[in-house]
């Protein structure tokens, strides 16, 4: 069974940056995207970004001068870092497994992290 | 980018009701769309793929149909259970992979 675990840390002050890991348990690694979508307060789902084991990645265009994804492929591990948050930032965001073999789908996700941005 | 365009808002329906969720897509996806179900402090869920394609455990009362530009999520008996936001994504256009704004299904 595949699961995802993330955490990072969850209050950050303006201009800071944002930083959360996400690790695979079970199931392949190597094959899939590994994403991150975020959900602000009473708001709907917004897709961050994604990498592949190769270190490929691709970013949503609104967000892209600031975030970064990475990977470990030895420990199972992918990251995000958002640079230079403000309040527009608070979310709870989640990591996620794209299924990319056939029809897309995110298939597994993680438990959310929520992070709050606030002098 | 593909704007995707879920309605409903919201949707009343009483338990053992059918409720029928639509997402429109602002150019075609072909059939390269799902469905989630989001409940409060908990991960979304997928239920649906490929527009139609029930996800490994989803039960039968949901189906998903619909290709191009619209879509349709359908619960065709509503269990307790099932009252949460939905939300469409596409997985045609990228970047992004984006997903409607979502529909509350609340008890009637």
């Known amino acids: 069974q595949v699961q995802l675990q993330q955490w990072g840390a969850g209050l950050l002050k303006p201009s800071e940056t944002l930083s959360l890991t996400c690790a695979v348990y079970g199931g392949s690694f190597n094959g899939y995207h590994w994403n991150w979508i975020r959900q602000p307060p009473g708001k709907g789902l917004e897709w961050i970004g994604e990498?592949?084991?190769?270190?490929?990645?691709n970013y949503n265009p609104s967000l892209k001068s600031r975030v970064a994804i990475s990977v470990d492929t030895s420990k199972n591990q992918f990251s995000l870092k958002v640079s230079s948050v403000t309040a527009a930032d608070t979310a709870v965001y989640y990591c996620?497994?794209?299924?990319?073999?056939?029809?897309?789908?995110?298939?597994?996700w993680g438990q959310g992290t929520p992070v709050t941005v606030s002098s | 980018e593909i704007v995707m365009t879920q309605s409903p808002a919201t949707l009343s329906v009483s338990p053992g009701e059918r409720a029928t969720l639509s997402c429109r897509a602002s150019q075609s996806v072909s059939s390269n769309l799902a469905w989630y179900q989001h409940k409060p402090g908990q991960a979304p869920r997928l239920l649906i793929y490929g527009a139609s394609t029930r996800a490994t455990g989803i039960p039968a009362r949901f189906s998903g149909s619909g290709s191009g530009t619209e879509f349709t999520l359908t619960i065709s008996s509503l269990q307790s259970e099932d009252f949460a936001v939905y939300y469409c994504?596409?997985?045609?256009?990228?970047?992004?992979?984006?997903f409607g704004q979502g529909t509350k299904v609340e008890i009637k």
């Open positions: 994504q596409q997985f045609n256009n990228w970047p992004p992979w984006t």
């Open positions: 996620a497994r794209l299924h990319s073999s056939g029809w897309y789908r995110l298939d597994y």
């Open positions: 990498i592949n084991h190769g270190g490929s990645t």
